[in-house]
């Protein structure tokens, strides 16, 4: 069996992100540019959970993107005539972070032709798994993670109780229905924020929802998932959801655990949560925090003009 630098046995080798969405929260930007490509700060949203994929060991991202939207992988291409010119130029920061999105994994495509939600995008991804992948990630590119770090204790736990592993954020209850929500329990290990799920609602109303703890976007998932995806039947907005399957595997005693995050995250695929994470991302980069929190204290400290 394959095995991690640390010698224990690697849990998945492929990264599959759903980015078919029309992006109609960022329209009329998303006319002409996907909004996986719009920036926080200056590093496109799809290349920050690229290198979160690549840190927890993915060597291969399969992007499920939709007619029209080639320009999400072309952006993983290499650009070599751009990189001589500013090798010549002597920038080489500019350089290395030109370079940084193509040397981060693989990356292939397979398109979604029509947009019947987020487990038919999954389920488009099977063909590309080779047999011996047992498990793959799903990383969904609204949520921005911080820090990143999750998928390799969603890792952990699925190496100590197999299964499925989710990543859950623990959200007011006026916000659970934009959410998948868990009815979990403690899965009396050493660490209470690993939980085991007893079951899963998509969308739910707030009076209905069976806990706060809501899906963030970050799924660890038994290749067993597909069987499931293709016996669902249209749920929540119609739509072929996700969590319907994972519900299906538990009612069939697959075992699906959630790890709580108790870090940040951000939606980006609205523009308050894109501004959010853009303040977010700058007040933590060298080059800016600084002079941009003295900017934003005192622009927070003037009068409106
Ligand atoms: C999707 C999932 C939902 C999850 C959410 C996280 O919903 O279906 O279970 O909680 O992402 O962002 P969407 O935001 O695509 O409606």
């Known amino acids: 069996m394959e095995t991690t630098s640390s010698n224990v046995p690697r849990q998945f080798r492929t990264a599959v992100v759903p980015a078919a969405g029309l992006g109609t929260r960022f329209l009329p930007t998303t006319k002409a540019v996907p909004k996986e490509l719009l920036p926080v700060v200056d590093t496109p949203g799809i290349e920050l959970v690229a290198e979160e994929a690549a840190q927890a060991g993915a060597d291969r991202m399969v992007l499920v993107t939709a007619p029209g939207k080639e320009s999400v992988a072309a952006y993983f291409a ?94 007011p209850r006026e916000s659970v229905s934009a959410y998948g929500v868990f009815d979990a329990v403690p899965a009396f290990g050493a660490d209470p924020d690993v939980l085991r799920v007893n079951g899963m609602v998509e969308k739910p109303i707030a009076a209905d929802a069976p806990s706060t703890l809501a899906a963030a976007g970050r799924y660890l998932l038994d290749r067993a998932v597909f069987d499931a995806l293709r016996a669902i039947e249209p749920g929540a907005g119609g739509e072929l959801q996700l969590t319907d ?61």
Not at 278 to 283: G, K, Q
């Open 78 to 171: 290499e650009e070599r005539e751009l990189e001589s010119l500013l090798a010549r130029r002597g920038k080489f920061d500019l350089l290395e972070r030109l370079r940084n999105a193509p040397k981060l994994l693989d990356v292939d495509t397979v398109v979604q032709q029509r947009p019947l939600g987020l487990g038919h995008a999954v389920l488009q991804a099977e063909s590309t798994l080779a047999a011996d992948e047992s498990a793959f990630v799903v990383l969904l590119p609204d949520d921005l993670v911080l820090p990143s770090g999750v998928l390799e204790t969603m890792a952990r736990v699925r190496r100590r109780y197999g299964g499925s592993v989710l990543c859950a954020i623990d959200v």
């Open 245 to 305: 399957a994972i519900a299906a595997l538990i009612d069939q005693g697959h075992p699906v655990h959630v790890v709580v995050h108790r870090g940040r995250r951000h939606d980006i695929g609205n523009p308050m949560g894109l501004l959010h994470a853009s303040v977010d991302l700058a007040l933590r980069r060298e080059e800016y925090a600084d002079t941009f929190r003295s900017w934003l204290h005192s622009r927070l400290d003037s009068p409106m003009l």
